[in-house]
């Protein structure tokens, strides 16, 4: 089984995940192994096969155009780490 | 003991007013309190609720109310949002955590007079085949307590084994009811994708998730289906088809069904105890007058490789919500993307955190072609695979997993083996069908339970529960209890 490089330090920016030095060595070797066993999926010819990214195929799912009660303001609220003036707070955006 | 009750058993004795929901509920919360320092299978429970919940149901029930699950207690595994209780996920990222709302299935619960408590342990934002990877502690076996219950769904398993419940839900993205309930030996059922509301479900795999009962046999996992089915404006992909009468089709008549037997299931891997008592399940099916055909389901092999890509893929884009803005435990950070980034990183656990990288690197550019893509078109292979053994079966028979439960830390530190071990159970979401798993007997040293996976039609639940039921009550596997 073929193990795989993957910048994992990378891959953490994108995901927006701080890791520390050893949570990357290790996910690298771990990953490296778990990618290595996916290669498998080369083996397979997949022209002409449609991908599928949902089981049952609904398509264009509708519903009628009316008001429902939604969520009070304050619920919504409720588990924020940081709030006032009934808005989230959050770190400045811009300068 | 009223904990031990079944469904049907209880609801009878209730409406005969032999014995009151609260006596029910009391003599749960007394099993917890005996047994649940052993197992930890629940998180928390609010015993105060509970009760008050009870009380309501005796006055409805006094009254003569009739409800399905009138005065039932039924235990939540910790993914299920429940109004003005705690929602973790068995992460620590949540901190203080409580739901404003209910999910559909619980409103549906609610609806049908059952008693809504408890939060079931899990693996971490159901990911984990053990319970091993919750924030909040190890659930064990109660059959052997030094082995782990399974999972992600091991605390809804282990609750119901040790009757700590009546019943409860769980959760199924890979295997997560099927294989926890084959490892405690209880019934663990996950419908057809879309045939139950994901509403209030915290997403993993979009579209792999279904929620679905635990219980303690085949007749209470009809029942309870059909309170937790039916279509959900709320969620788009659930699907607008009619709730059959699931328990009106527990006829006990299974003559001339004919019952699939991939031959790529009964092969490697696959202990030597587990084969024989799969084998003499499907020789009591023959007995039974069900048909036995064996079928190919090639692409069996690539099914876990397929799940681990599409899975990571979508749970790496659905947990990108958890970023310390509108909830979660903040940690700060000079602007918002070190915010985000800090908060993240101290809040997963490190199989959530191995799952957000993979996920994130098989969608990234030059690799989703590649991976996800490929991934996507195996897994057109593999539904094509069912539909084909559905063109000449009514259901399929496999084994739930390869081996009874295995030993706390026996797998933990090698992620492959631990993924490798849903490979009965993987394809089934993959293929978006119906599954469940029925205990179908026990290995001899240590005793532990064994389960039968039957897999049904997309909506062929009324079949697959009517095979499982008339296997059940021909077989003796059901009546045992772990000694606690």
Known sequence: ?95 | MLNQLTISALTAKLARGEVSAREATQACLDQIARVDGKIHAFISHDAADALAQAEAADQELAAGVQKPLLGVPIAVKDVLAVKDQPLNCASKILGNFTSPYDATVIEKLKAAGAIVFGRLNMDEFAMGSSTENSAFGTTRNPWDTDRIPGGSSGGSAAAVAADECIAALGSDTGGSIRQPAALCGCVGLKPTYGRVSRYGLVAFASSLDQIGPFTKDVRDAATLLGVLSGHDLRDSTSVPQPVPDYPAALTGNIKGLKLGLPKEYMVGGLDAEVKAAVDAAVKKYAELGAEIVEISLPHTDYAVATYYIIATAEASANLARFDGIRYCARVDGADPIELYSKTRGAGFGPEVKRRIILGTYVLSSGYYDAYYLRAQKVRTLIRNDFLKAFETVDAIVTPTTPTAAFKAGEKSGDPLQMYLSDIFTISCNLAGICGLSVPCGFTQNPKLPIGLQLLGKPFGEETMLKLAHAYEQSTPWHQEKAAL
């Open chain 1, 1 to 95: 089984m073929a193990s795989v490089e993957i910048d994992v330090k990378y891959v953490a920016h994108l995901a927006r995940l701080a890791l520390t030095p050893d949570e990357e060595k290790q996910l690298g070797a771990q990953l490296g192994n778990i990618l290595g066993y996916i290669e498998k999926l080369r083996e397979l010819d997949v022209t002409n096969v449609e991908p599928t990214a949902h089981a049952v195929p609904l398509v264009n799912v509708l519903r009628a155009d009316e008001v429902h009660p939604s969520l009070p303001h304050e619920d919504a609220l409720r588990n924020a780490p940081q709030k006032g003036g009934g808005l989230f707070v959050v770190p400045k955006i811009v300068e």
